[in-house]
């Protein structure tokens, strides 16, 4: 059985992953097996065909756009013989100070790395 972080009659209000896996059977207090939790800002466009339709992010985009040339981050090349592309993605965030109120609309264009 789990070990609750804190002694409540609710039931444990955290575990770490290992006592996640060793759970043989589902935690009657919350029924479930395991749980995971992602935050982000609902308001984060995924594709760009979204994040291309709102002025805040086209505006990020550019900015990010304005600061890779003028770091002279990257250069454009010819492609080599028998080599292959690396792609590019945007990666959107919104900045929030510590009362959440939105500071800033932030874009990234990074490589996939994976490839």
């Known amino acids: 059985m789990l070990s609750p972080s804190s002694t409540s009659t609710i039931g444990p209000k955290f575990r770490n992953l290992n006592e996640n896996y060793e759970q043989d059977e589902v935690d009657?207090?919350?029924g479930l097996n395991s749980l995971f939790a992602l935050f982000c800002h609902v308001?984060?466009?995924?594709?760009?065909?979204?994040a291309v339709k709102e002025e805040k992010w086209v505006a990020a985009m550019?900015?990010?756009?304005?600061?890779?040339?003028?770091?002279d981050t990257w250069d454009l090349v010819s492609l080599p013989n028998g080599k292959r592309v690396i792609g590019v993605k945007w990666v959107y965030n919104i900045k929030s100070n510590i009362e959440?109120?939105?500071?800033?609309?932030?874009?990234?264009?990074?490589?996939?790395?994976?490839k």
């Open 62 to 71: 550019e900015e990010e756009i304005e600061a890779i040339e003028r770091n």
């Open 28 to 30: 009657s207090s919350t």
């Open 43 to 50: 308001d984060d466009p995924i594709h760009f065909e979204d």
């Open 100 to 114: 959440g109120k939105i500071e800033k609309h932030k874009a990234r264009l990074v490589i996939k790395g994976y």
